[in-house]
């Protein structure tokens, strides 16, 4: 896979171009699941069709029968997907509500676009409403929905076609390490010096190299490269 050094594709029916965010797969459900933090059962969930519906999330083919099938633009949704999860909304009414969320704005990705950002709070509400009115009696729904999308837009970037274009991965913390296709070959970097979280656990794990060379080597702090070390651990998991 070359790396991307910008977006290019071909143009969807909405009009947007399918670009790399959209066609390329980068992470499997394990993997996705250990870098956002959300446990790998729940990802897949998210993958599969349900109750006659579509599923929650995209996913793409993957070149080898248990290679990677997320691509960037899935990644984006899981930061809402997750956020709807700790609402107490069941799985059945989160995926109402994205099917009712692409009806109404005309838009397949729409939990991965700003306008979640300007407008989700309303959007969502909406949504709830129409597909799950006891939970939105019981609870403050338009405060709930607030929350909901002021907490997963801390983590996204757009781009100004109003995709989003970059994600902070929660687990690491201070450490700031994003995915962005166009650094890395969309794998987790450091958002300063685009270094791989894998290499550095790579050089820990295989190299036996010490948390104090590896900090040295790529001008990282240890607090940075333990994070990456307390992420990655969980990959064997």
Not at 38 to 59: E, L
């Amino acid at each position: 896979m070359a790396e991307f050094g910008g977006y290019c594709g071909s143009v969807t029916q909405a009009g947007v171009t399918a670009d790399e965010r959209f066609t390329v797969p980068l992470l499997t459900a394990h993997a996705a699941g250990v870098h956002l933090g959300i446990p790998p059962s729940t990802v897949k969930q998210w993958m599969r069709d349900g109750d006659g519906g579509q599923p929650a999330m995209h996913s793409v083919p993957s070149p080898s029968p248990h290679g990677p099938r997320l691509p960037f633009v899935a990644l984006a949704e899981a930061q809402i997907l997750r956020e709807l999860r700790n609402t107490g909304l069941s799985m059945h009414h989160i995926r109402a509500g994205v099917a009712r969320l692409k009806q109404e704005t005309g838009e397949e990705y729409v939990l991965a676009t700003n306008t979640i950002a300007t407008d989700g709070e309303a959007l969502l509400y909406n949504a709830a409403t129409k597909v799950a009115p006891e939970w939105v009696r019981a609870h403050d729904g338009q405060m709930t929905f607030r929350q909901v999308v002021e907490a997963a837009i801390k983590y996204v970037s757009y781009a100004p076609d109003g995709f989003a274009d970059r994600i902070i991965l929660r687990p690491y913390g201070a450490a700031q390490v994003i995915i962005d296709p166009r650094f890395g070959f969309g794998q987790p970097v450091f958002s300063g010096n685009k270094v791989r979280v894998e290499t550095i656990a790579d050089l820990f794990y295989g190299g036996n190299e010490s948390v104090e060379d590896i900090a040295d080597e790529y001008d990282l702090s240890t607090d940075d490269v333990e994070a990456v070390l307390r992420v990655m651990a969980r990959r064997a998991a």
